[in-house]
């Protein structure tokens, strides 16, 4: 329920209290004793929905725009006539004033907006390097980008120019200075002690999963911008909303800054490329959601060319949000296809293997490297089985080759097979002997090898009760092979 305070100018309160008549509205009129331009104030209840219709009426009853109208939100009215107003003014739907209003207070002054969007985009750079998601989601609490979201909307809608170029611009000038912060953020930090030496920030799952945006990427910009509409429409749960907007920019474009820093254009793009993407998605979803929430312009003469702004500017939008998701489709597809080989790979090695029954034998794992920047870059898959075999028990020496020609023939394409083994030890009684200390080519101790690509300790089935031990590792890519073993077996 609102409570709606209205100024009546001299010689239009007859006219405004048939209108408030004419539509069934209790009030209560206050003679006005200030310097003379009013002659009273009216005050009544009315649904939300309702005080677009009201305020209408009173403005054909000569209640100019320059008069003074406070509309006030009201914690609890007591009174069996509400019911017969409900009824008259039903849904939820607040007025275009009190859009307009709202719009204009969600967007910053523009101090405050870049203190807190430099802010957030510091945090979500640190919880993109950390990893950490709950560091990224409060960065997003931080993050001050659902107000212009809203207000470039409701500008648009309301025919409010200015208000929809500010919240244009500082959407766009706002995504930018986040890019270029979390870029002299990574700069920074490369010069310091804070990360590793050498870190591929590609490797990080976080920042992985911004530089490789599918079409599902898509349903989190639409849902949040519709998301965002329906807060401010019923006055519900705003804040939150705009956490899930600044989620959909503001990590894109912490790793889009990242990816300049770290000289990676394949990461600064790909990001870029989201950011924009979720960008147009949030701005088309809350522009045509208002626009079928029945706002018009708060000046009924121009209406028609604010249809035509709306329609124009949908259409672009639109345009635009399709050429980008070339891009998108391009990963689902590639996302699609590396998800589907290594479920292949692991379904043909474990058939084979199963078939070949070698005794004492057992598989503890398969898996695959293989992402879609590999099919982009023409990259062979690499896929890494771990053996387990029996003490005293050498190693099969053709292991690895023959895996390799298996996949190559019934996945028609060619792959890098590595197969690691490893040694039960049951007893516990004996120390570990030290020649287990064998080197591959590389200079890496077997034991590293076997630890970076496959892990040591299988954690299912009967291989619960054994200590395992690297002992071997076997890799074939094409015509190419070689084998590394540990030159003595160790023994507890």
Do not use: C
């Amino acid at each position: 329920m609102r409570l709606v305070q209205i100024l009546i100018p001299e010689g239009s309160k007859d006219s405004a209290l048939t209108a408030l008549d004419e539509q069934g509205i209790d009030y209560a009129v206050f003679e006005e004793v200030g310097r003379g331009d009013f002659e009273a104030m009216v005050q009544f209840p009315v649904p939300p929905s309702g005080v677009e219709t009201i305020l209408e009426r009173l403005t054909d009853a000569g209640v100019r725009s320059d008069a003074y109208t406070i509309i006030l939100p009201t914690e609890t009215v007591v009174s069996e006539r509400l019911s017969a107003l409900i009824e008259r003014f039903p849904g939820l739907r607040i007025s275009r004033e009190e859009l307009h209003a709202r719009a204009a207070d969600l967007a910053p002054a523009n101090s405050t907006f870049f203190a807190f969007l430099v802010l957030s985009t510091i945090i979500a750079t640190t919880g993109l390097l950390l990893d950490s998601a709950a560091t990224i989601i409060g960065a997003m609490v931080v993050a001050p980008l659902m107000g212009p979201a809203i207000s470039a909307s409701v500008g648009t809608i309301l025919d409010d120019q200015a208000m929809a170029s500010r919240g244009i611009t500082l959407q766009v000038v706002g995504l930018l200075a986040a890019i270029v912060t979390a870029a002299i953020m990574g700069l920074v930090i490369q010069h310091t002690i804070l990360i590793p030496p050498e870190l591929d920030i590609r490797t990080i799952p976080q920042i992985a999963e911004r530089t490789s945006p599918n079409f599902l990427s898509l349903f989190l910009a639409l849902g949040s911008g519709l998301a965002g509409v329906i807060s401010i429409i019923r006055g519900a749960g705003s804040a939150l909303v705009g956490v899930a907007i600044a989620v959909a920019l503001i990590p894109p474009a912490a790793t889009s800054g990242l990816g300049i820093a770290f000289g990676l254009p394949e990461v600064a793009i790909a990001a870029a490329v989201l950011v924009v993407v979720n960008l147009l998605a949030i701005n088309v979803s809350a522009l045509v959601l208002f626009y079928l929430a029945g706002f018009k312009p708060l000046d009924p003469g121009t209406t028609e060319g604010v249809r035509s702004a709306v329609v124009s500017r949908v259409v672009v939008l639109v345009i635009a949000i399709v050429v980008l998701s070339v891009a998108l489709g391009a990963v689902t597809l590639a996302t699609y296809q590396t998800n589907a080989f290594k479920s292949e790979a692991q379904d043909e090695l474990q058939q084979h293997f199963d078939e070949a029954d070698i005794e004492g034998v057992e598989l503890i794992s398969v898996t695959t490297e293989y992402e879609p920047a590999d099919i982009l870059h023409g990259n062979e898959p690499q896929v890494n089985v771990l053996i387990a075999i029996p003490r005293h028990m050498e190693a099969p020496p053709d292991l690895a080759q023959q895996f390799d020609d298996h996949l190559t023939e019934q996945l028609d394409r060619d792959v890098v097979v590595r197969v690691g083994f490893l040694e039960a030890q049951i007893s516990d009684d004996e120390p570990p002997d030290p020649s287990i200390e064998g080197t591959t080519s590389s200079g890496a101790t077997q034991g590293d090898v076997l630890a970076d690509h496959y892990g040591t300790t299988p954690q299912t089935g009967s291989l619960e009760r054994h200590r395992w031990l690297p002992l071997s590792l076997q890799a074939v890519s094409g015509s190419s092979s070689s084998s590394f073993s540990s030159g003595a077996r160790a023994r507890r």
